[in-house]
């Protein structure tokens, strides 16, 4: 399987640009703004998800620690912050609060879109009192259901950050995914649509908000600020790259897309293999193409064991849910739907990563009728 590349010349131009000048950063310490190609893919960022502020960083995790700080999350509270974050998601999500010494809830995600679950919202105003912040991903490229959530935070005062690493270009309603909670973060790394190796961006409206991003990616302590800050910052030949990345990324995003409906058109023909879902009036972007198996028609591990005979590199499940975790401390947590799918259920394909020629979406849909040809052996005993 080929990997997806679109690093090309563009690229490979702009950056020997910045490197040929030999000014490889343009931050001093405490100040607000960086160097020129920083500034720049800054002014093109908030242009392109229409927000009043895009905040570069190294990462996304330096995003979401940013983003936590600039909430006024710190090690030194007197009483610990309450924040909810999903179990099911990459680990950077919880790994932030739970570094800057916050007490976590982990939410269970909904079995269908596999986001936080709403359900959760039934009876949220029980839930959410006493919660400092909830960070939410929109996970696999699919938005969470952002409106109903910054409601609800709205509500109870509590802060909304929007974990948006995998989420670029999907949309709620008219709104980009990442700009509807108080603070969203993206990441430029190197598995994602876009990327330029490494790389973060945090989006905002609020420029009070902004400003603490700033100070906190940025050694706020030396310019006055009440709370130190941190070297996050980004280099001069990552935004250049990252500025030529985002030019591509419709194009990128829209094959993103067209290649997932292919599988997805693929797998829907067989009963026990159910593609992803879209929401109503939300977007997929599908940096995973994420389906489930039915566990009563066949075992899923030897499923992925099949296709993986036949070159398709599927994978089981997702991540163990993050309470699991011994760096989390909760293994007494419980989130039965999490469990499940990435125990049993899951089926995933990393979209993003590679490229399916016709003639291999072909073959997927030949290894798919001979695996319903063995279906019996693929059975769960
Ligand atoms: C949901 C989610 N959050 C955060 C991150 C961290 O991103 P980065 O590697 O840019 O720090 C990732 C990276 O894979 C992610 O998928």
């Given at each position: 399987m080929i990997p997806a590349n679109y690093i090309g010349s563009?690229?490979?131009?702009?950056?020997?640009?910045?490197?040929?000048?030999?000014?490889?950063?343009?931050f001093l310490g405490g100040e607000l703004r960086g160097g020129p190609q920083v500034v720049r893919l800054e002014n093109l960022w908030a242009e392109k998800f229409h927000v009043k502020h895009a905040i570069a960083c190294n990462s996304a995790?330096?995003?979401?620690?940013?983003?936590?700080?600039a909430c006024g999350m710190n090690r030194e509270m007197t009483?610990?912050?309450?924040?909810?974050?999903?179990?099911?998601?990459?680990?950077?999500?919880?790994?932030?609060p739970k570094f800057l010494g916050a007490r976590l809830a982990f939410g269970d995600c909904d079995p269908v879109y596999f986001q936080l679950d709403d359900h959760l919202w039934l009876d949220w105003p029980t839930r959410l009192r006493g919660f400092?912040?909830?960070?939410?991903?929109?996970?696999?490229?699919h938005p969470a259901n952002l409106r109903t959530i910054k409601r609800l935070c709205d509500n109870e005062g509590v802060y909304l950050i929007e974990d948006n690493a995998q989420g670029i270009l999907a949309k709620e309603g008219s709104s980009y995914a990442g700009?509807?909670?108080?603070?969203?973060?993206?990441?430029?790394?190197?598995?994602?649509?876009?990327?330029?190796?490494?790389?973060?961006?945090?989006?905002?409206?609020?420029?009070?908000?902004?400003?603490?991003?700033?100070?906190?990616?940025n050694h706020g302590e030396l310019a006055g600020?009440?709370?130190?800050?941190?070297?996050?910052?980004?280099?001069?030949?990552?935004?250049?790259?990252?500025?030529e990345q985002l030019a591509k990324l419709e194009r990128i995003t829209a094959l993103n897309i067209e290649q997932a409906r292919a599988i997805s058109h693929i797998a829907r023909r067989w009963e026990w293999l159910t593609p992803p879902a879209e929401r109503r009036g939300a977007s997929h972007v599908y940096y995973c193409w994420a389906a489930k198996a039915d566990r009563?028609?066949?075992?899923?591990?030897?499923?992925?064991?099949?296709?993986?005979?036949?070159?398709?590199?599927?994978?089981?499940?997702?991540?163990?849910?993050?309470?699991?975790?011994?760096?989390?401390?909760?293994?007494?947590?419980?989130?039965?739907?999490?469990?499940?799918?990435?125990?049993?259920?899951?089926?995933l394909f990393e979209n993003t990563l590679y490229w399916l020629s016709s003639k291999q979406l072909m073959g997927l849909e030949d290894a798919l009728i001979k695996i319903n040809h063995h279906i019996k052996r693929l059975q769960t005993p």
């Open positions: 563009e690229e490979a131009r702009a950056a020997w640009q910045v490197i040929s000048h030999g000014r490889l950063s343009g995790t330096s995003g979401l620690l940013a983003s936590c700080m009483s610990p912050w309450e924040v909810l974050v999903p179990s099911f998601t990459m680990s950077a999500t919880a790994a932030v400092d912040a909830v960070i939410v991903t929109n996970l696999f490229g700009t509807v909670g108080d603070i969203g973060v993206f990441s430029l790394n190197v598995h994602k649509s876009i990327h330029a190796g490494e790389g973060g961006m945090c989006v905002t409206d609020d420029a009070g908000l902004a400003e603490r991003l700033r100070r906190c990616i600020a009440a709370d130190v800050g941190l070297n996050l910052r980004m280099t001069e030949y990552t935004a250049a790259i990252a500025i009563r028609a066949l075992d899923r591990d030897l499923l992925v064991k099949a296709l993986a005979a036949e070159g398709y590199p599927f994978v089981a499940g997702y991540a163990d849910p993050l309470y699991r975790l011994p760096a989390f401390g909760q293994a007494a947590a419980k989130c039965p739907v999490a469990e499940r799918l990435h125990d049993e259920e899951m089926v």
